[in-house]
């Protein structure tokens, strides 16, 4: 399975953007999908996941309240991103895995599926 990311770029500070994720080459029925985004020289920070059925979420505090997750169907997933700060400037990237999305937030292997990134910058 492969994952494509796309709607990141360049917004001010209190704007929004809407990320997708779609997958291809198999499906993802069963797996759990998440965003993750990533600073150059820093680890990979948990942003939100949602199981495949889209009624079961987890986001990390420093997002809760601004970004929504949508899982629109087996294969793609939004995340709406609100009130966008400086510190959420990063690659975003989409993972796929099997886990619940509560697991998810705190594994630190890798997904099952890990997508390449949308870049996000948000400045002051």
């Known amino acids: 399975v492969q994952l494509q990311a796309s709607g990141g770029g360049l917004v001010q500070a209190g704007g929004s953007l809407k990320l997708s994720c779609v997958a291809s080459?198999?499906?993802?029925?069963?797996?759990?999908m998440a965003w993750y985004r990533q600073v150059p020289g820093k680890g990979r920070e948990f942003v939100a996941a949602?199981?495949?059925?889209?009624?079961?979420a987890d986001y990390a505090k420093s997002i809760e309240g601004r970004f929504t997750l949508a899982r629109v169907n087996t294969e793609e997933l939004t995340l709406q991103m609100n009130r966008l700060e400086p510190e959420d400037t990063a690659v975003y990237h989409c993972?796929?895995?099997?886990?619940?999305?509560?697991?998810?937030?705190?594994?630190?292997?890798?997904?099952?599926?890990w997508g390449q990134g949308t870049l996000v910058t948000v400045s002051s």
């Open positions: 080459g198999g499906s993802l029925r069963g797996y759990s």
């Open positions: 993972a796929a895995d099997r886990a619940a999305p509560r697991l998810i937030a705190t594994n630190l292997g890798n997904p099952d599926y």
């Open positions: 949602v199981d495949w059925t889209g009624r079961s």
